[in-house]
């Protein structure tokens, strides 16, 4: 059972032993998983304070938490986060591994609150936590990740649409440029030409006058010449 005002499990054993049978670690730790928590991870004494108060409500005298050495022996670690502790509350002589085979960690939900290793599979309540999120709200934000991802997809695939009319584009303006400068460097050709021609034709009338007037010249001169002689 989910108790909303603490964000704990309720520690209630009929929930916790499932035949008769004793539950170890990994199955205690898939029970919390399945309510999307874990082993409670203690972090301050005000935590560990917390989960007594939460026992000694329900007249519990031990509680698992999540802490435990089951991968390497002496290097306690959390469940949830297979973090070693940053807080410990060790009983004095603790932890002992009396017998070999005491690697998991059980809360003493009275006044001092200290820890004790012990036999994983001893039949006591366990305690689990999660987050304080609430699940769906989490999906809700996936969903409108999902939604974000997508737009940026199709906003993506737009811009490269756009993007490949822009090379379009520019593939057009180039040929348009060179054909400009084609023609008109064409057509300036044919105007220097025309203008040379022009040129040709303005020298030639130059040099047509320039002989008219050596020729005025000439008649005049002897016109002059022909005049003083007479008189």
Not at 34 to 47: D, Q
Request: charged residues 15%; aromatic residues 6%; hydrophobic residues 45%.
């Amino acid at each position: 059972m989910w108790n909303q005002a603490d964000d704990l499990f309720e520690l209630r054993p009929r929930d916790l032993v499932s035949g008769g049978r004793y539950w170890g670690l990994p199955r205690r730790s898939a029970q919390c998983r399945s309510y999307h928590g874990h082993l409670v991870e203690i972090n301050s004494p005000s935590e560990n304070y917390k989960i007594v108060a939460l026992a000694q409500e329900r007249n519990v005298n031990y509680v698992w938490i999540g802490l435990n050495d089951l991968a390497s022996g002496q290097d306690f670690r959390w469940d949830g986060s297979n973090s070693r502790p940053s807080y410990t509350n060790w009983r004095s002589g603790e932890p002992n591994n009396l017998g070999g085979d005491e690697d998991c960690v059980r809360l003493d939900a009275d006044s001092a609150a200290k820890w004790n290793d012990a036999d994983c599979h001893v039949r006591w309540p366990f305690c689990c936590e999660r987050v304080n999120v609430v699940v769906s709200a989490v999906h809700d934000v996936v969903s409108v990740v999902n939604v974000v991802v997508n737009v940026v997809n199709v906003t993506v695939g737009v811009v490269n649409v756009v993007v490949s009319a822009v090379h379009v584009v520019v593939s057009v303006v180039n040929v348009v440029v060179r054909v400009v400068n084609a023609v008109t460097v064409g057509v300036v050709n044919v105007v220097v030409s025309a203008v040379h021609d022009v040129v040709s034709v303005v020298n030639v009338v130059v040099s047509v006058v320039n002989v008219t007037v050596g020729v005025v010249n000439v008649v005049v001169f002897e016109m002059t010449l022909d005049g003083v002689m007479k008189g």
